[in-house]
């Protein structure tokens, strides 16, 4: 995207296993202007994983219809907010500890990420050179904030 200079006008999110503010940082680093969360609330709220959502049958109440299994729902929605405050209070002092005020500074500065050492051979042999490459490097003056460049496709005209 940014070599052909695409990488303003789209949002890039990353999702799946995001859980800590950890998560989210490295996500943030590798170059996401968003991050979607759909796991750690729902457990947040009291789900059990049991995967029967699709089934009415939800043991904790979280996913159903049926009044008799909607009353064992304890969650609360302070209960998310905390935990969203808590990874937020996470990020901030990663931000910090980077030197970066915002997000938006630290989205892509891939040099702050290594490769763990002290790794199984089989895991040592795995070079990750291309994905850490600052994007700025490969094309010096692109603009590389998610969704910095309007589009207009003239959509009503085409409907």
Do not use: Y
């Not at 040592?124 to 600052?134: G, Q, R, V, W, Y």
């Amino acid at each position: 995207l940014t070599l052909n200079n695409l990488r303003s006008r789209i949002v890039l999110q990353a999702d799946g296993q995001m859980r800590t503010g950890w998560d989210v940082m490295v996500a943030a680093l590798l170059g996401a202007d968003e991050v979607g969360f759909s796991t750690a609330p729902l457990i947040v709220m009291g789900c059990t994983m049991m995967r029967k959502c699709h089934l009415n049958t939800c043991p904790v109440g979280v996913a159903t219809q049926d009044p008799e299994l909607r009353k064992k729902f304890e969650g609360k929605p302070e209960h998310v907010v905390n935990f969203f405050f808590l990874v937020a209070e996470q990020i901030r002092g990663f931000l910090a500890k980077l030197g970066c005020r915002t997000w938006q500074e630290a989205l892509g500065r891939t040099e702050f990420l290594k490769q763990r050492e002290g790794l199984s051979k089989k895991s040592s042999t795995l070079n990750f050179d291309k994905i850490l490459k600052n994007a700025l490097e490969m094309r010096p003056g692109a603009q590389i904030v998610g969704g910095s460049v309007g589009q207009d496709f003239e959509l009503e005209k085409r409907l």
